[in-house]
Each structure stands twice: as C-alpha cells, then as structure tokens.
C-alpha cells in the first residue's frame, strides 16, 4: 500500500504565496517522477509540473516564473513553491507520483493524492 498525503492548501489573496507538500510513504523501493496537477471547477485536470528522479523540471506554461517543482528524495517528498498567485490559480491541487512497488521487476504503479484545494481571492 501506498499513501500520498498533501499538505499547504488555502485561501490567499491575489499576489500571495503558498508551499503545497506531498508525503509518499508505504511499500516504495523508488519514486521517479513526482508531479502537480489541479483541476478548476467546471474544468478538466491539468498539469502543473513535474519533476523527474533526475531533477529535470517542466511547468506548464501558465505558471512558469511563478511556480517552482521541488522534491527531497530522502523524505519522499514532494513541493509545489507557489509565488504571485492569481484567481485563476484557484483549484483541487494533486500530487501524482510513479512508484516502484517491486524491486526485483521494477513495477511501477501511478499514484494520486486525494487533493488540497487552493483558493486565490481578495
């Protein structure tokens, strides 16, 4: 089993900031890429960013120059350093990570966190 548990959600005012974290812990002998969707109401999920095992870094291009991927492999943790939010930045925020569940094959299985909802308002 596998648990994603997403922490830094809130209400904060147009220009604000906001740190999103995500704690993979379970049956884990590796996590490669770490990411960061949201979905806004009455839309689709989206991507947000992604960071691979390696570090490489992609964002979509609406929260490039504001938003900064992170993660700490030793605490398999995963961060989203929101900056200069806007309203429509509001959205369910979701941790999405590739875990490898066996060591011997190398199996790796797609996880989501069940969410922390961003609120950017004045």
């Known amino acids: 089993q596998v648990q994603l548990v997403e922490s830094g959600g809130g209400l904060v005012q147009p220009g604000g900031s906001l740190r999103l974290s995500c704690v993979v812990s379970?049956?884990?002998?590796?996590?490669?890429?770490m990411g960061w969707y949201r979905q806004a109401p009455g839309k689709e999920r989206e991507l947000v960013a992604i960071?691979?095992?390696?570090?490489?870094?992609t964002y979509a291009d609406s929260v490039k120059g504001r938003f900064t991927i992170s993660r700490d492999n030793a605490k398999n943790t995963v961060y989203l350093q929101m900056n200069s939010l806007k309203p429509e930045d509001t959205a369910v925020y979701y941790c999405n990570v590739d875990v490898v569940t066996n060591i011997v094959t190398w199996r790796e299985v797609n996880y989501w966190g069940k969410g922390t909802l961003v609120t950017v308002s004045s």
């Open positions: 960071i691979t095992l390696g570090g490489t870094t």
């Open positions: 379970g049956s884990i002998f590796g996590i490669n890429d």
